[in-house]
């Protein structure tokens, strides 16, 4: 029996348990392939669908019945943290903990480190963005000792995370390069798929579209290569933002509807709910006001009842946007209340964009709120910009123009003739749009002419754009 590779040897012990689930299970004498085996087991449940990890999670589960032996328990418990990863993060972090608080107790650093791994992206994914922090560090200090260790890339792939939710784009970016250099070191190529889907993201973040183009392709080739559908989907999720990002509507669709297949297939139900959300922003460039609307108020409610309230924030902030733009007041203020949980746990970004929003001209209601209200939207931007994001920041900046009644108009035109230049740099048209219209306003009638030609200028580009796409 020692003979056989972890993985056969798993594979053979999980399918008599299948077939005789009440015979006792005969595990090797050897702690050493007992451990191997163990390892087997965890890469077999990690991102795997639940069809496919429930015979393992069995397995584990009764044979911690049959032994009662702590240790066992404690690899029961990093197994099912590991196989509900991605369909309940909060009882996935559960599992996870109960592991960490075993090899902590019994002293035993490199096997806490190795769980606290795969519980700083549940903490991330779950707003408790000072714990993951702490636990980053914590398993950088357990592991250092192990430089062979194959977790390495996945470690600095959940540093990017972290630093992505906490608005830190450039640190991003170099935790993925990280990733990418050990994950090609261990052959890890999950990992190294994931950090260059990471790194295009942060390119984008920071408005940097032709690296995020290169390299996603090559992460999409990986993952149909290597038959890994989360990795395929999310690919796509990011070529759906960025093809948005550039206008490119009705193909961001067709990607959005690719994700939404593999997702299905794979029986992913929180990446699905992703996929809705992405879905409301293309129905936002597309002038679909209502099914934006309906569309972000429902994709914020699933993320809320799963337990990711990040995620939660993030629809929500849409859906916010999307109210007040269509001047559903009532229903903003409604979105703002129910809000406030999630992005309590979220990012500063997502927390800065709700400050933005309660600040927004439509909700005040006085000269003296106003005032306060430009006081918070300045403040906001100042924010986002700090944490390099670009984008928001941009948008925020309109809503503290707009704020702006005792400023004089020379100065308003300046402000917002800085988002034009801002905006059209990083290729923000609609905002460019915005920006011009709002000086057209600021301008006597003859002077209107230019800022108005240059805004229809930029519709007449996007239409015929969206002409030759469909």
Known sequence: ???????????????????????????????????????????????????????????????????????????????????????????????????????????????????????????????????????????????????????????????????????????MIAATQKAEQTAQQHHDHAVEAMALINRAVGHMMRGEYAPAAALLPRAYAIAKQRDIPMLAGWTRINLARLHTAQGQFVQSLHDLDEAQRIFTDAKLALDQATVALEKVRIFDALHMPREALRTAVFAAEQFHKTGVQVESAEAYILAIRLALQQGKLNK??????????????????????????????????????????????????QKLGAWGAVREQIEVRLLAAALAETVPSAERIEQYAAIARDAEAYHYLNMTVEAWLHIAAHLPPPQQIEPLQKAVAIIAEQRRQMSVEE
């Open 332 to 381: 903003a203020r409604r979105l703002i209340a129910a809000a406030q949980p999630p992005v309590a746990k979220a990012s500063p970004v997502e927390q800065a964009w709700l400050q933005a929003y309660m600040a927004h001209p439509r909700l005040q209601n006085s000269a003296a709120e106003r005032h306060h209200a430009r006081e918070q939207a300045e403040q906001a931007a």
């Open 1 to 171: 029996m020692n003979e056989l590779s972890p993985a056969t040897l798993l594979e053979q012990l999980v399918a008599t348990h299948q077939a005789h689930p009440h015979t006792p299970i005969d595990l090797p004498d050897s702690l050493s392939v007992q451990n191997n085996l163990f390892d087997a087991l965890k890469n077999n449940v990690n991102g795997a669908p639940q069809h496919v990890s429930r015979p393992y999670t069995a397995w584990i589960t009764d044979l911690v019945r049959q032994s009662g032996r702590s240790d066992h328990e404690a690899m029961a418990q990093w197994t099912l943290g590991l196989a509900w990863l991605h369909y309940d993060p909060r009882r996935a972090l559960t599992h996870l903990q109960a592991a960490r608080d075993y090899y902590q107790k019994q002293g035993m650093p490199y096997e806490e480190g190795r769980v606290l791994v795969g519980m700083i992206g549940m903490m991330g994914q779950l707003g408790m963005l000072t714990e993951a922090e702490r636990a980053l560090a914590t398993a950088k200090r357990q592991l250092r000792p192990y430089p062979e260790y194959v977790g390495w890339p996945g470690l600095y792939l959940n540093e990017s995370d972290i630093c992505r939710r906490n608005g830190r784009y450039q640190q």
